[in-house]
């Protein structure tokens, strides 16, 4: 999963590194969803994803050849109710961050923690905006020391990829020890 705020760049995220033509359930916004999807620092945002955007990645040189199938969930509070039927199966999630708008990543970072899904942080690089250094994210966020945090660019597939292989990598040395009494776990190979 590739999840966060309204306009952090998932569907430009899972857009640059799809080998396939991503499906993508973006619409423009109009005047009747003003009350309810602030454009507070987002004023240029013409459209959202109002189900989910799917993407596939392979990682064929990977430690592990992987094949990712990408899901980028809409970023509303509303729509909270759709991640949990994203997150079944899922390896684990990416939280895609603007540090501009830093209090919009409150509640997917709430949501994977409280569903135990492993999950990494990544703050996307926006034009004009300052550079922090991951550990001042991870300090902003309130993360767990375990929580992987890195920068990236939305934009650019190599830097999409290493921050899947992270998330890889991460779910891989922290799943779930016992998968058979939880019903919300997920394995590797559900991917």
């Excluded at 991503?22 to 459209?47: C, F, H, Q």
């Excluded at 902003?140 to 929580?147: I, K, N, Q, W």
């Excluded at 990829?161 to 779930?176: Q, W, Y």
């Amino acid at each position: 999963m590739i999840a966060g705020g309204f306009g952090v760049g998932k569907t430009t995220a899972v857009g640059a590194v799809s080998e396939i033509t991503p499906l993508s359930t973006e619409e423009y916004l109009t005047e009747a969803s003003a009350d309810v999807d602030s454009l507070a620092g987002v004023e240029a945002k013409e459209t959202t994803t109002v189900a989910f955007d799917f993407g596939r990645l392979s990682l064929p040189d990977a430690p592990v050849p992987l094949e990712l199938f990408l899901f980028g969930t809409p970023g509303q509070d509303r729509f909270d109710d759709l991640w949990y039927d994203l997150s079944r199966g899922a390896v684990g999630a990416v939280v895609l961050v603007d540090t501009r708008r830093l209090e919009c990543s409150f509640t997917p970072v709430s949501f994977f923690e409280d569903i135990g899904l492993p999950f990494v942080v990544a703050a996307n690089h926006f034009d004009g905006a300052h550079r922090y250094h991951p550990e001042q994210v991870r300090a902003a966020l309130a993360l767990a020391p375990s929580v992987p945090v890195v920068s990236c660019d939305a934009r650019i597939p190599d830097h999409v990829a290493s921050v899947l292989l992270t998330l890889v990598s991460h779910a891989m040395t922290n799943a779930p020890a016992d998968t058979a009494h939880s019903a919300s776990a997920t394995t590797l190979q559900d991917a």
